[in-house]
């Protein structure tokens, strides 16, 4: 893997600033080009905005160089391959050291020039945060993206309102460095699919806590056929990751048979049954270290996202009987089954 400066900056400022804007790019030229202009057009706050292209064309790589050229508040990184969601934000976020993480989707923009001085205000005002997420909203309509809600059904009705998470959701967040120092950065093995919960995790583990802010808000251009196709390597991913995850805290194969258990189903009602069965024995073979969560982080856990996912009758119509890409879990990873 090699790296190389496009355009714009070779280094943020070597002094103190506030936040870091993080934006991977792959193609999608006029969608990135307006997510990195939104970023760049955030005040009230000290940034510098870091874009990681990971394999565009050459034609669309000229392109995102036009918007940071000349510039020494951005800069524009080519990767020589596609380390993926979790392995281009890692790159990106090494590259700078302001007090705050920001990152937002390459087809996302912030709602309106404050809302990145929202987040860090929202950060410094409660230092046991160790990440935010932001409320996601269709561009166009303005209306809650639900194929980005990455938290239990019921909570739907609290998204302009705040409350502690197990996670964040990728396509608008903000994460405290100090954390992310702590906790260690994105597990560039899952490459896409469950990086933030698998980091949420970690920072958990620490004694931190992950909150939702619905007064900071992204607007998402939500383009169905772009999205990975959930009959491709999304349900593969989506699959193997969790199962991994779990097996990173000490879960053992026999208390993983109701997860497995359901997305078997799952799988087979989408059609999905082959990519299924692949991901179950790609995640025994990945075999991580067991570490078991602290039992604070457990009720944790339990107190932010389990007990708002009700009765398992209605996690199996809901989740598990459920197609893969619906209306809820279309463009993220949110699907948590019974056994959690």
């Known amino acids: 893997m090699s790296l190389r400066l496009v355009a714009g900056a070779p280094a943020p400022p070597a002094g103190p600033y506030d936040a870091d804007v993080v934006i991977l790019a792959l193609d999608r030229v006029e969608e ?11 005040r009230g706050v ?4 870091t874009v990681v292209d990971q394999g565009s064309v050459p034609y669309a790589l000229d392109l995102l160089a036009q ?29 700078g050291h302001g007090r705050i993480i920001a990152g937002i989707d390459n087809d996302a923009e912030f709602a309106d020039p404050d809302t990145l001085a929202h987040a860090v205000a929202a950060l410094d005002a409660d230092p046991g945060l160790a990440a ?29 309102g705040k409350f502690e998470t197990a996670t964040f959701v990728g396509a608008g967040h903000a994460i405290r460095r100090a954390a992310w120092d702590a906790a260690g950065d994105y597990d560039a093995k899952l490459f896409f699919c469950w990086e933030e919960y698998d980091f949420c995790l970690r920072a958990i583990a620490l004694g931190w806590r992950i909150g939702y802010h619905g007064d900071i808000v992204v607007r998402h ?38 997860r497995i258990a359901g997305y078997l189903v799952k799988g087979a009602r989408a059609g999905l049954l082959p990519q299924t069965s692949f991901a179950i024995r790609a995640a025994a073979r990945m075999n991580p270290t067991p570490h078991p969560l602290p039992a604070a982080a457990a009720a944790y856990l339990h107190r ?31 699907w948590t089954p019974p056994g959690d």
Not at 67 to 85: F, K
Not at 135 to 144: A, L, M
Request: hydrophobic share 35%; aromatic share 10%.
């Open 32 to 42: 990135t080009e307006q997510a990195i202009r939104s970023a760049l057009a955030q």
């Open 46 to 49: 000290s940034r510098h905005v």
């Open 67 to 95: 918007c940071v050229a000349g510039r020494t508040d951005a800069s524009l990184w080519a990767l020589s391959s596609n380390l993926g969601v979790a392995g281009g934000r890692d790159v990106a976020t090494w590259m």
């Open 132 to 160: 935010l997420g932001f409320r996601i909203v269709e561009y166009d309509s303005g209306h809650d993206d639900l194929s980005s809600w990455g938290y239990p059904r019921s909570l739907i009705a609290h998204a302009d």
């Open 221 to 258: 251009k939500v383009s169905r056929e772009r999205r990975i196709d959930w009959s491709g390597t999304r349900w593969f991913l989506f699959v193997r990751n969790r199962i991994y995850i779990e097996r990173k805290w000490g879960a053992s194969w026999p208390a993983l048979a109701p």
């Open 304 to 334: 932010t996202d389990r007990a708002h996912r009700g009765t398992w009758l209605g996690r199996i119509r809901h989740e598990v009987l459920s197609r893969p890409g619906g209306k809820q879990g279309q463009g993220r990873c949110p």
